[in-house]
């Protein structure tokens, strides 16, 4: 059983009366990435903040290493922080930004120097160690500010969004620099996005958030396959939902485009005659030439998306319409516009959503 | 040449004449203390005049320490305002404003009533008193141009984001203004400084009714006693305010480096 390091305990936070965190619940273990994910005002940075003691909770309880960390200012919490906006100190070369926490805990300068050395190393930048911030690209500066935040050995590192001001390309291999580096210090980490993707490939949990409340908390692998809730299915992938007709409840039956299939996953509370929504993901879509699945439509392709190593369909069925993926192979070219197809689906790969 | 533009040459030249040559009519005139020709005498004498030496430097004195305690004033404050109380702003400039609508003889004659030696605190009963208060007046009088230069300085940077950069790192308030937000703000706060000594320079009223022998004070004395050093006098001080104004300009190229943001 993995040690538990950080403990949220039913925290809530208003701004002038429009609560922003609604009672969240959360407990992360030492050495965990964990990204908290969610649109745009969902309550991310506000929660961040208070971990850092940047705003003060309205009720609720955190708790680092079972202390309660409430009573701490934010430069008592021996915490790293890394801000969407660098906030390196512009008057400052990028050793002095590295080494203002050491210095500010009174390392004297030998050991100081050495330490920053290291971490310059560690973010691949030796020898910048005398230019000034605006003379560095925006994903130097963020690498800088990583080292700032983890130069003082901080017990855990807080980062709000710190790759959304960089480009594509940027924004890719520093996120896997900066799961690399934290894997390395084995230091427990809150990674704050809206970035789906982003989440999903860096981290070990994520805490999908929605309007101030926890809608899953899970390994990337759950949350994507294993949706709990309709926003987590809609906000966290492609999905696609196809409309369909309770057959026989108990049976666990439905009609769908004239045929009558079987849905494990249907909910007990089903009633017959109902219509229920099925969805699935694009990848669990197949173009059913000889594949064994269950659900087996006919429809046109409607789009054809090449993106490379992966090819995504639009099929019309009639009353539904699905998009598939399908590998790119360079002895068969994709089906043309409006091509009929036959598509086939698995029954279990099949989720039904309630809410 | 288009006569739009020959107008607004004349113009120009019309306006730079009014300025340029009463001064150069005062620069001229300063020389001509001997029959001879010109000479430079006249600011030697100036400068060798024992009562020059210790009003000038009584004023840049005094100038020094108003700029150092306007400035501790000035930078927590604006600092707190931009950071905790942005909604409190437009007060606290309306009150950096009030020195330059109350006047000056004002000022000084609340000061009297406030501090003589039959008040509670009794500042102008002694030397060191008066002193502190000419200082604290000239603080007042340089408020709205430390302000506002401060506040400027200010406007260029993150300072919530900067702040709390430095705060998680492990830095108190303290250490957050000296280290972080002062050095970033240096520039500006430095032309604050050279407009508060170009004001104190040049200062006559509330030194004169508090009857300190400041170098505003010095100038209107030999005004009234001689004919050619006022003259050089007044070229002096002009380059002296004009100098602070240049140092200020000369700053500005210097602005602080700030992060690149793409
Ligand atoms: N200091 C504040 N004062 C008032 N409202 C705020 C403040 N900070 C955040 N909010 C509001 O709280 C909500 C959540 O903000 P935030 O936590 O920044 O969201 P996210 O980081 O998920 O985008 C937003 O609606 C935002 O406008
Ligand atoms: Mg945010």
């Known amino acids: ?355 | 040449m288009k006569p739009a533009k020959l107008w607004s040459w004349l113009i120009f030249a019309f306006g730079a004449a009014y300025f340029i040559v009463p001064l150069l009519a005062t620069f001229e005139f300063s020389l001509r203390i001997r029959r001879e020709g010109y000479t430079f005498d006249a600011y030697t004498s100036v400068f060798s005049d024992g009562r020059f030496q210790a009003s000038f430097s009584y004023s840049l004195i005094v100038g020094v320490c108003a700029i150092l305690a306007g400035l501790l004033i000035v930078v927590p404050a604006a600092y707190y305002v931009r950071l905790r109380a942005p909604h409190l702003r437009p007060i606290i400039e309306f009150i950096t404003l009030l020195p330059l609508v109350i006047p000056a003889i004002i000022l000084v004659f609340g000061y009297i009533r406030m501090y003589n030696t039959s008040s509670p605190l009794p500042l102008l009963g002694t030397n060191l008193g008066t002193d502190i208060l000419l200082t604290l007046a000239y603080v007042a009088l340089a408020l709205p141009y430390m302000y506002r230069a401060v506040d400027t300085g200010l406007r260029t940077i993150d300072v919530q984001t900067l702040t709390e950069a430095a705060n998680i790192l492990g830095a108190n308030q303290a250490t957050i203004i000296a280290k972080v937000i002062f050095p970033n703000i240096i520039v500006a706060v430095l032309s604050g400084a050279f407009l508060t000594l170009a004001i104190v320079i040049g200062e006559f009223t509330i030194a004169s009714l508090l009857n300190r022998q400041v170098f505003g004070v010095y100038m209107q004395n030999v005004g009234a006693n001689r004919a050619f050093e006022p003259a050089a006098l007044a070229v002096i001080s002009f380059v002296i305010t004009w100098g602070a104004m240049g140092m200020i300009q000369l700053l500005a190229r210097f602005a602080p480096k700030t992060a690149r943001r793409d």
């Open chain 1, 1 to 355: 059983m993995a040690e538990e390091f950080l403990r949220i305990d039913k925290l809530v936070k208003a701004f002038g009366g429009n609560q922003v965190v609604k009672g969240v619940d959360l407990s992360f273990n030492k050495g965990e990435f964990v990204s908290l994910l969610g649109p745009s005002g969902c309550g991310k940075t506000t929660i961040l903040r208070m971990i850092a003691g940047f705003e003060r909770p309205d009720s609720g309880r955190i708790l680092v290493e079972g202390k309660d960390i409430s009573g701490l200012a934010p430069n008592q919490r021996k915490i790293g922080m890394v801000f969407q906006a660098y906030a390196l100190f512009p008057n400052m070369n990028v050793a002095d930004n590295i080494g203002f926490g050491l210095k500010i805990a009174g390392m004297p300068k030998p050991q100081r120097e050495a330490r920053t050395e290291e971490m310059l190393q560690l973010i691949g930048l030796s020898g910048y160690g005398k230019r000034y911030p605006f003379e560095l690209s925006g994903g130097q500066q963020q690498r800088v500010a990583l080292a700032r935040a983890l130069a003082p050995s901080p017990r855990m590192l807080l980062l709000d969004e710190p790759l959304s001001a960089l480009d594509a390309k940027i924004r890719v291999s520093l996120r896997e620099q900066i799961r690399q580096i934290q894997r390395e210090l084995g230091i427990t980490t809150v990674f704050v996005t809206h970035d789906q993707e982003e989440a999903l490939s860096i981290s070990d949990r994520i805490v999908v958030l929605n309007t101030g409340n926890v809608e899953q908390f899970g390994q990337p692998f759950e949350i994507y396959n294993r949706p709990q809730t309709r926003f987590v299915a809609t906000f966290v992938g492609t999905l696609n939902t196809l409309n369909a007709t309770v057959a026989d409840a108990g049976a666990k039956t439905v009609t769908l485009g004239g045929t009558t299939v079987t849905i494990p996953a249907l909910p007990a509370s089903a009633r017959n005659g109902e219509a229920v929504a099925l969805t699935m993901r694009p990848e669990a879509v197949s173009l059913a030439n000889g594949a064994t699945r269950d659900i087996v439509l006919d429809g046109k392709v409607a789009e054809v998306s090449f993106l490379g190593s992966v090819i995504r369909l639009k099929v019309d069925l009639g009353d539904n319409a699905v998009n598939l993926d399908t590998f790119n192979d360079q002895r068969t070219p994709p089906p043309a516009h409006g091509a009929p197809v036959r598509i086939g689906i698995a029954s279990s790969d099949v989720l039904v959503l309630e809410r």
